[in-house]
């Protein structure tokens, strides 16, 4: 089919998630014209709703979102997958899931909020392991802020609760009351053990704010915030358009072209749901289309010119994928009543384990106990125990009131091997390679998860709990990162400190693809900090130029 | 004269609507006055005047158009919020209200604890008149400085602008003298010579008594900050474009006579009528107007369109009007927006609770609640019994069927899914609302009870956005700007009918016609797949 007229603005960027929307955003407002190319639909919230009420399995977060045929998405976490192939030693530690459709995978996130720890983007200097990435803190620091409030973040006063991550202005919000559940929690961790429990920033109204509501505790943050009280890549992507941005859904990009030299990305082209191709043409070219479907355009994009895919010069395109893949508990609790479920999903964290000397040799992690609604939990446990009629009521309600759920985010280590190719035998309507993986957890992740395990063997012997249900073998935590990483060396990574490719200097990737370390925090506020830097920079060079 | 009734209308309309300006009122005034409003006969009146009939009259004649425009409705931009959303850049302080809060800090200050004297007292007076008068609510523009002007308030010829009535003399009023200034609020006559256009209501504060002037003039002069800006000049088109056409209308339009005496040692149905007519200017938008656009007076707060915004029969009649209230829900109402199963404010009456009514002392709100609630009662065209009668709670029906669609289906729902998948989560399938009615019920509630169904799809569209005290009350709107759901015009009907149904007093057959006549804001940014 013939191609329709070529469009073209100063700055194309490839998917509308939290980061492809908020860098449309900032340049839309500088008055730079922005097309942004999104392979899924558009999508409003009242259809996720009615979808998650009518959906029988509730905890499953890719349920409401059945994909559409143009744009997979993996259906769920379940190995094998008919979308996201892993395989390896641990295949199912790396079966992450994630959306596209206008807005991007915020659209089922829990609003955690994180900064990254000074050290975490040191992780080579300091302890000798993994890398250091192109930047530091104080780099990234203004672009927190400006995250933060971008999303609506609230979070404690810095002064009673540091958080290790230091900041120069307070959370837009104050932080969310810590639920019951949650409080006793904390009276415990004080009172027993060494450790503290802190208040989770969360990107998510404790007052009405951005024409949205004060969080009123729904519980079902994920998959979907009833009301809109919780920040999603919608906000960015609706505060572009009234801003200029052009949002062009349905555009399954498949091909970045470059000039002759291969020095400069000249335009992508896309697939409408038809398959007819289009181009657009521009100045400059971002790639935020998340970790792993960034890695799978630069491969898909390969040619005579770049064999091995764009911007992969250093062969590490799709190389060290990295996640917080962790640990999960559940037990009942043997002490007083926590009634779990009353509020938003986390709100709580044991941050004691994000940093330390002992970083030479294992992970770092951080301990969610996470405060969702245990009813379904209870229900399976009891009638599995054979309780009957009114003993299986009683039970119900002892045992989703005393239900306790830990989960850890453990850090995974760059390893090339760790590596996302383009499937072979698999491949989408349009005719674009299925993504597939090959995960083995490091051994600096294995040794902190078993530092987990110990920690919250302790916890459940000290909450006098029973019937623990351990999840077999390492938990994935959908925070994919590093298949574009970062790095000084042209040699050994994909973009500079700048989010900059190495290879074409006007395309620039904004996704947690390019993290070199993973942290223990949740990845999103770093992404959305590291898109608005991607953002200063194209302001100055468009409007300086 | 349709153009010139529509102008006036839409001014109205936009008038109280104001935008987020997030004026601290006056620390400590209220209570010097409230000193002074609470001892009648301490001091002698400073003039002496004969005293007023007090007899709460269905009035002489008041007001006429209030100002503004509606920054919140139309702009949804972030608005006063402390750091500022939606990627502007980061910067947290709020200017406005450090402004505001330094604009007033002296007439506080200088009147803290003690009963003020001679010019700090003038001054604290001067500052509740500003506030009772709710002038910063059309002389800001949202995230402007205090008194600034600017504010665009949309009509039809045009958008008429605020002007800056900040005390700097090239810019604001700094060259006013107290006639100057007195014959701009008493009469609408501008320094130059040229004719006010009626958005300021010039013929309610005709009724100030002269001390209230000097007072508020003084004010105005010595606490308020002079702010070196021009806002854009009015242009509007023909005929309207002649502010000398507006001499004409002066002529024809009532006017308040002007109280005399000490307006603070009135009684307190004298003062409730003051505050009503002089300052508040309740008839403006709640007394329906005559063919010449004059407030008619056997119909005194019968209530009248606002072209959007109804502003309701606010009469003591117990089946069109407010007559089943009790003064101290009126006085609840007034002072926080709200009274449980009654009704709540949202649209330009949540924007004068939450920069005037909020702010009056306790004397003062059981004054104007007095004068209210003693309105001659007059029959309502469509409220046949009380508004806040109606309904019950009521279990939504089981929409449990579908299994998921995908996610490109953005098929137009009809009413009970609109409200499983909208309203639900907040107000609840059976409609009751949160325990502590932060969330009202939906029964039992004015909005949803009344015979036009104007307010119920504009507060859909537009939402609730009113602090009061401490308390900041929040509906999301579902108009083409929401960030949480855009709802089509056939949807929003859908969902106002089915509520009313459910809710109210039936079925009110909302069309989609009539919910795009009153959406006031750019058609939905995207069209999304509706209806396919």
């Not at chain 2, 609507?17 to 009122?25: K, N, Q």
């Not at chain 2, 029964?443 to 308390?471: C, H, Q, W, Y």
Request: proline share 7%; charged share 20%; aromatic share 8%.
């Amino acid at each position: 089919m013939p191609s329709e007229q070529t469009l073209s603005a100063d700055v194309v960027i490839v998917g509308s998630g939290v980061a492809g929307s908020s860098i449309a955003n900032e340049l839309a407002r500088a008055g730079i014209s922005v097309i942004v190319l999104e392979a899924g639909p558009r999508v409003d919230r009242q259809h996720f709703v009615e979808n998650f009420r009518n959906l029988e399995n509730k905890p499953s977060y890719q349920g409401p979102f059945p994909a559409v045929p143009w744009a997979r998405h993996p259906p769920n976490q379940i190995t094998p997958n008919d979308y996201l192939h892993t395989n390896g030693p641990n295949a199912e530690a790396y079966q992450q899931v994630y959306l596209r459709m206008m807005g991007g995978t915020t659209w089922h996130w829990a609003g955690c909020a994180w900064r990254y720890l000074p050290s975490d983007f040191e992780l080579k200097t300091r302890y000798g392991q993994g890398r250091d990435w192109a930047l530091k803190y104080e780099d990234l620091e203004p672009f927190y802020y400006q995250a933060e409030v971008m999303m609506g973040v609230c979070g404690p006063d810095p002064a009673k609760e540091d958080l290790g991550s230091p900041r120069k202005q307070p959370y837009p919000m104050e932080a969310l009351p810590i639920s019951y559940a949650a409080q006793q929690f904390r009276k415990l961790i004080d009172e027993k053990t060494p450790w503290r429990v802190v208040h989770e920033p969360q990107a998510r109204n404790t007052r009405p704010y951005d024409n949205r509501p004060t969080c009123e505790g729904h519980n079902n943050c994920m998959p979907i915030c009833p009301i809109g009280a919780m920040y999603n890549g919608s906000y960015s992507v609706y505060h572009a358009e009234a801003a200029g941005a052009k949002f062009i859904p349905n555009a399954v990009v498949y091909k970045i072209e470059r000039d002759s030299a291969n020095k400069r990305v000249t335009g992508v082209q896309y697939y409408d749901p038809e398959k007819n191709s289009h181009r657009v043409t521009g100045k400059y070219f971002v790639i935020a289309a998340h970790c792993i479907e960034t890695a799978k355009l630069l491969l898909v994009s390969a040619d005579e010119q770049s064999p091995d895919g764009v911007a992969n010069s250093s062969g590490h395109v799709g190389r060290n994928m990295m996640d917080h893949t962790g640990v999960q508990v559940t037990f009942i609790s043997g002490d007083k009543a926590l009634w779990p479920g009353r509020g938003p999903l986390e709100t709580n964290v044991i941050d004691n384990f994000r940093d330390g000397d002992w970083r030479n040799e294992r992970g770092a992690y951080l301990v969610h106990m996470v405060d969702d609604n245990q009813v379904d939990f209870a229900t399976q446990m009891a009638i599995s125990k054979g309780y009957v009629g009114r003993e299986l009521e009683e039970q119900i309600r002892y045992l989703s009131s005393h239900t306790v759920r830990l989960f850890s985010h453990n850090e995974a280590l760059p390893d090339p091997d760790n590596r996302l190719t383009l499937s072979k035998t698999n491949k989408d309507i349009l005719g674009i390679p299925h993504p597939e993986v090959y995960y083995k957890l490091p051994e600096y992740t294995v040794k902190s998860c078993e530092h987990t395990r110990k920690v919250f063997k302790e916890l459940i012997g000290l909450m006098h709990g029973t019937d623990e249900e351990w999840t077999p073998g390492y938990f994935p935590q959908d925070h994919p990162s590093g298949s574009t990483i970062m790095g000084t060396d042209p040699k050994d990574s994909v973009v500079d400190g700048h989010c900059r490719t190495h290879d074409h200097e006007n395309l620039f990737i904004a996704s947690s693809s390019v993290f070199s370390t993973v942290g223990t925090g949740n990845i999103t506020l770093t992404v959305a900090a590291l898109a608005l830097r991607v953002a200063d920079t194209l302001k100055k060079e468009l409007l300086h130029a | 004269m349709p153009d010139f009734r529509t102008l006036l209308c839409s001014a109205l309309v936009a008038g109280t609507a104001l935008g987020g300006v997030a004026l601290a009122p006056v620390a400590l005034s209220p209570v010097a006055l409230a000193q002074s409003a609470d001892k009648p006969a301490d001091k002698p009146a400073p003039q002496s005047a004969p005293a007023q009939p007090t007899v709460p009259a269905p009035v002489a004649e008041e007001g006429k158009p209030a100002a503004g425009s509606d920054a919140k409705t139309s702009d949804h931009s972030p608005t006063s919020q402390t750091p500022a959303p939606a990627g502007e850049a980061a910067t947290p302080a709020n200017s406005q209200s450090a402004a505001t809060g330094a604009a007033m800090a002296p007439a506080s200050g200088a009147n803290a604890a003690a009963q003020p004297e001679g010019a700090d007292a003038e001054l604290a007076r001067g500052a509740y008149l500003a506030t009772a008068a709710d002038c910063v609510a059309c002389h800001t523009k949202p995230g402007g400085k205090p008194f600034a002007g600017g504010l665009k308030i949309a009509t039809p010829m045009g958008d008429v602008v605020a002007t800056n009535i900040t005390p700097d003399p090239q810019h604001g009023i700094g060259s006013y003298t107290e006639a100057d200034f007195e014959n701009a609020l008493r009469h609408g006559v501008r320094k130059d010579g040229s004719y006010l256009y009626p958005v300021m209501p010039y013929v309610s504060y005709a009724g100030m008594t002269d001390q209230d002037v000097k007072a508020l003039y003084a004010w105005f002069m010595h606490v308020v900050k002079p702010v070196a800006e021009a806002p854009e000049e009015t242009n509007l088109s023909f005929p309207a474009s002649l502010r000398s056409a507006m001499m004409a209308w002066n002529f024809v339009a009532s006017k308040e006579t002007p109280e005399t005496g000490d307006s603070s040692t009135y009684d307190q149905l004298r003062r409730g009528r003051y505050l009503a007519n002089a300052l508040e200017h309740c008839g403006t938008c709640h007394t329906p107007r005559n063919f010449m656009l004059s407030e008619k007076q056997d119909h005194y707060l019968a209530g009248g369109s606002l072209g959007t915004w109804y502003a309701p029969n606010v009469t003591s009649s117990k089946t069109g009007g407010i007559g089943d209230w009790s003064e101290d829900d009126l006085v609840a109402y007034l002072r926080t927006g709200r009274v449980a199963g009654r009704a709540q404010a949202a649209g330009p009456m949540a924007e004068a609770v939450e920069h005037s009514t909020s702010h009056l002392t306790d004397a003062d709100l059981h004054a104007l609640a007095a004068f209210i609630l003693k309105v001659a009662p007059m029959d309502d065209d469509a409220d046949h019994a009380a508004r806040d009668a109606a309904g019950k709670a009521a279990e939504t029906p089981d929409i449990r069927t579908k299994g998921p669609q995908r996610i490109d289906d953005l098929a137009e729902m009809d009413g009970p899914h609109i409200y499983d998948a909208n309203c639900s989560a907040c107000h609840g399938h059976d409609g009751a609302g949160t325990r502590d009615h932060y969330v009202p019920s939906l029964f039992n509630n004015s909005t949803v009870g009344a015979g036009r169904p104007d307010n119920l799809i504009m507060t859909i569209l537009n939402g609730v956005d009113r602090t009061a005290g401490k308390e900041h009350a929040f509906m999301p709107g579902f108009d083409g700007q929401s960030n949480v759901q855009r709802l089509s015009d056939a949807e929003v009907a859908a969902l106002t009918n089915y509520i009313t149904a459910t809710f109210g007093t039936g079925d009110h057959q909302v069309t989609p016609e009539l919910v795009k006549s009153l959406r006031k804001d750019t058609p939905v940014v995207n069209p999304l797949a509706k209806g396919k």
